[in-house]
């Protein structure tokens, strides 16, 4: 039996809890993910995405139900050592790339290891790899602005890979890109899950992406609508 990386069970998350105002966005998810898989989750603005990328990724927490991420439950788990888990399990990958503007490709590469704890000299030679993995290493010393927007989301996938997380969480990776661009990033995911067996979750509104993933998750006003294998033809 494949081991499950993600159980989600039941999961609610209300915003304003208390007040008059109180919302509540899920209603109730439940599912698992397989280690490996790349899966996606589609759904229109407002479906209740981010919020949910929000929750696996644990930047923010449930407000009911059981999230348990790779044997952690995240509900019982304290602020300081979900950080630790957010640096070393889970790689983000935003579509607006999160880079520090006044930083080089390669510090840009080397900073989640900073908080690692890892030496200046081995954090060097990891993003010198990295960058080059992601065809980069021409690029080490360009800062954000002198990048174009699919070498920025290199820079941010490479930033994204560094701790070797369990996990990548990518929210509309190739949202602000051209399709040609886009369709260099997605190659890249692939490599990733094929090569490395890199368990990815494909957060996006674009059916023709989400068609190239293994699994298909629709959410629809904070319910999961369907939950189906990709056939491949």
């Known amino acids: 039996m494949d081991k499950m990386i993600i159980h989600m069970e039941n999961i609610y998350k209300s915003f304003y809890v208390g007040t008059p105002n109180e919302l509540e966005i899920l209603h109730g998810l439940s599912f698992d993910v397989p280690e490996g898989q790349f899966l996606s989750v589609v759904g229109q603005s407002g479906s209740g995405k981010s919020t949910l990328m929000n929750l696996i990724g644990a930047l923010d927490r449930p407000t009911g139900g059981s999230y348990v991420l790779d044997g952690l439950d995240v509900a019982k788990t304290e602020d300081k050592t979900l950080s630790e888990i957010r640096n070393k399990k889970i790689g983000f990958v935003f579509q607006t790339f999160n880079l520090i503007s006044r930083t080089s490709a390669l510090k840009n590469v080397e900073l989640p290891m900073m908080y690692a704890g890892v030496s200046q000299k081995e954090r060097t030679e990891r993003a010198k790899a990295m960058l080059d993995m992601v065809d980069m290493s ?68 674009n059916p023709e992406l989400a068609a190239e993933t293994e699994r298909i998750i629709t959410l629809a006003d904070g319910y999961i609508t369907s939950d189906e294998a990709v056939v491949k033809s």
């Open 138 to 205: 021409d690029r080490l010393k360009h800062m954000p602005n002198e990048l174009s927007g699919g070498q920025k989301q290199r820079v941010a996938i490479a930033r994204a890979m560094i701790n070797n997380p369990a996990i990548i969480l990518a929210d509309e990776p190739t949202g602000a890109l051209d399709t040609k661009t886009g369709r260099m990033v997605m190659d890249l995911f692939h490599k990733l899950h094929n090569e490395q067996g890199k368990t990815i979750i494909l957060i996006t509104h």
